[in-house]
Structure formats: structure tokens, C-alpha cells
């Protein structure tokens, strides 16, 4: 391979990279000094409007591509000012968000990309081939079920649907050419949890037999959570992909994904963006960078309060059937979340989103009352949307047996644990009680 020269270290110390803050403060100011942009004067970055960047000379020019995609192994000692090319390779807000999202999720390196599809294709695009298998849990996010089974057949990349909830499954599933396990936790619309301790120490087990390039690699959508309410990484697992639309966006306003991992999957998450293209508008990502990310833990910390307190009042209401909430102490998988749901500081961080059944005489009764209440709230609700998407300051509510799940016919759904009177609540920003009024309206019209 021919051998690449980068520019010389400049030997400046950061100004405040420092451990002795928290989590929370880093998500405010990042890495405090940054050569990439003028530190000294602004107080928030500009956005970095500019779909190419001026060289200096054709020599600068030259080195700004040997340098995209090497990244240094030592990313703590700040280097000389990074030449940025074009947008798609990057550019100063994508990078400095990238820089804070990793720190929120504990990984030493993270892309962003156009969209949470987006990063779900880099994340596995980069790790599989023709002829690998992906074991992938049984029920995922629409658009990533349809990644997995309209097009990798075609470039013969088999998918093996497992029941993760129970991770001896995926001992019995795991063949030579497996090369991923991919999951969502809490599980999408049920809240189910998959132990990633679990699912990491099976991998890590099955990596011993394995050759360093044959690697069986641990990829967990943590978008219902956020890394405000749990870190992949730290249970064991390699990779953690977002939709920065929900949570870590906040506001509704941009679409966005990310993809988190080691140091040396950066580069090719990079020359996957490059090639592929689901680049991250800059707009979007000063958004993120300006006002989601920093803003996630105090969001947070207020939407599972209410969240605790609108589960408890389903809980109490008599038309209700059941309420998973990994906050509430009878979730038949309470434990679980309290073993891998903490917030920076280590409390017992259950989430902003609620499921919960109607009653009915049967699944089509369950599935028809359901379909009336969110028409209800749809109508009438002043606190409550009906959209998909979660992780809004709004609330908004949903109905998988009549929307996102309507295709499959209600026993099928059944089979699947997706109960056909169910319906998903992502607690937003508003009053409690607000909320609590909207709701009782509802179920007095059902
Ligand atoms: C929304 C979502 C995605 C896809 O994200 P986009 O930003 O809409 O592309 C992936 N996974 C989960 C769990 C989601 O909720």
C-alpha cells in the first residue's frame, strides 16, 4: 500500500478537553477549543454554508484528499487545521457534531448521515458482502425491515429473523458467514428489552473461534432511547446507529442519522458517505449541534417524568388492558431495563415512550376501539398528535394495528406481539396534567 503522509502535528494543547466535567455539560460545549472554526469570537458556530471549501494551492488541495479518510489513531491531540474539500466529505458542523455524539454514546469515533436509514445502510453496508448473513430480531423499524428483505436478497446478503428477547435463540442461529447481529431496545411498538450483555457475550464467545477479518460484529438501534437513557457500548455491543430525527433532533425539525463505533470503522463510514451519498445537510446538523444535542438530557429527564406519571394513570384506568412502560414495576422486563437504562449519571433511566393495549371482546374489537381512540385524539386532542415519529417536545401518539402494521392482518400480528389494540405514546414537553385531561377525554369517548 502506498504510504501516506499527513500534515504535521501542531503542538497545541486543547484549551479544555477534560473528563472532570460530565456527560451533560460536554453535550453544551464539546471540545471546548476546535480548530474548526473561529473560536475565539463566536460563541456559537456558524453554519458552515459552503458546498466547497477554497485551497490555497493545488499542493493544499493534494493533501486534503491524502488526509480524508485517515483518520490518526490519536484524535485527542489536536492536529493542524483539518483542509476541508467538499461537503460530502465534510465539513466543520458535521464534524463537531460528530465529535459530541460520540462522546454522548461513550465510542471513539461517529459519521453522521442524511437520515437514520441512512446510517443503518452505512453501518451495515460497511460490515457485510455478498454471501454474508445478518441475524437480525424479529421486529424492527419498518423502513429497516424492508432494507433487510426487499434489497439485500439481492445482492445475496441472507437475513435471519430471531427472537432476541430470548438470546439463546441466537446461539442456535449463528452460522460461519453470519457477520452482524442487529436489534432495536427497547423493541418498536412493544417496549420488549434485549439484554445487550446477553447478545455481546454469545458474540464475543463466537469471536474467539473466528479470523480478525471474519468478525461477527453487535449493531443496536438506540433511537428510542438515546444515549440520555442508555449507551450500547458500554453493555458490549460495537456499533449504535440513530435517527437524529427523534431524540437527539428533539425538535422535529431535521432529518438526520449517525452511526457510532471504534476509531477504525471511521474511514470507512466516511468513504461509504462519499460514495453513497446520505450526506447530512450542514443546516441540520448545526440544528442538532446547537439545540438538540445540548438540550437532550434536560428533555429528557422531564419526558420520562411524565412519562412515569401518564403510565401509571393508564395503569389505573379500567378500559386499559395492559401498559408497557420499562419504568413501571410490574414491566415483565423491569429488570432488564434497570440493568442497561441509566442516564450519565447512573439512575434508572426508563424512557419517553409508553405502549399500551385496549381492552376489547376480541383482537378485531381491540383493533376497532383503538382505531377510535386515536381518531378521537386526532380530532379533538389539544396535547397530543397523532403522527409517527417519537421523541418530539410534542406528544405524539400512534396506532401500529391500524397504521404502520395495518398490511398484517390482526392473528398475524398477534403472532408477532403486536397487539392489535395497542397503541404507542411518545411523551413530549407538555404539562402533565395537559396531557392526563386530553387522554381521559378519549377514553370517556370510546
Ligand atoms: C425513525 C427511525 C429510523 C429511521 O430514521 P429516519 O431518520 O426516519 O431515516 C430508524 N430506526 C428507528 C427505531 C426509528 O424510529
Known sequence: MKKIKLSKKVNRKPLLVSNDYSAETHLIYGKAYTEKWDYSHHLVPPITSSATFRLESAQRGAQGFVEFAHTSNEPDIPGPAPIYIYDRLGEP?????????????????????????????????????????????????????????????????????????????LQKAISPNTRVVYFETPVNPTLDIIDIEEIADIVAEENKKRKPNRKLYVVVDNTFSSPFCQRPLEHGADFVVHSLTKNIGGFGTDLGG???????????????????????????AWSVLVYGLPTLPVRLRQQQQTAMEIARFLLANPKVEMVNYPGLDNFKHHDRAKKQMHDFDGNFAPGSMIYFVLKGKNPEDSRKRGEKFINFVAKNAYTITLAVSLGNIRTLIEHPGSMTHAAIPASEQIKKGIDPGGIRLSIGLEKVDDIIRDLKEAFDNI
Not at 453496508?125 to 434489497?151: K, Q, S
Open 93 to 169: 458542523n458535521k464534524d463537531m457534531l460528530e465529535e459530541n455524539l460520540a462522546l454522548a454514546e461513550a465510542g471513539e469515533a461517529c459519521v453522521t448521515f442524511g437520515s437514520g436509514m441512512g446510517a443503518i445502510s452505512a453501518a451495515l453496508g460497511m460490515l457485510t458482502a455478498t454471501g454474508d448473513e445478518i441475524i437480525a430480531h424479529n421486529i424492527l423499524y419498518g423502513c429497516t425491515y424492508e432494507l433487510l428483505t426487499r434489497w439485500y436478497p439481492r445482492y445475496k446478503i441472507n437475513v435471519k429473523f430471531v427472537d432476541l428477547v430470548s438470546s439463546r435463540n
Open 258 to 284: 449517525a452511526v457510532i463505533g471504534p476509531l477504525w470503522s471511521r474511514d470507512l463510514l466516511l468513504l461509504f458517505r462519499k460514495d453513497f451519498g446520505a450526506v447530512l445537510s450542514t443546516k441540520s
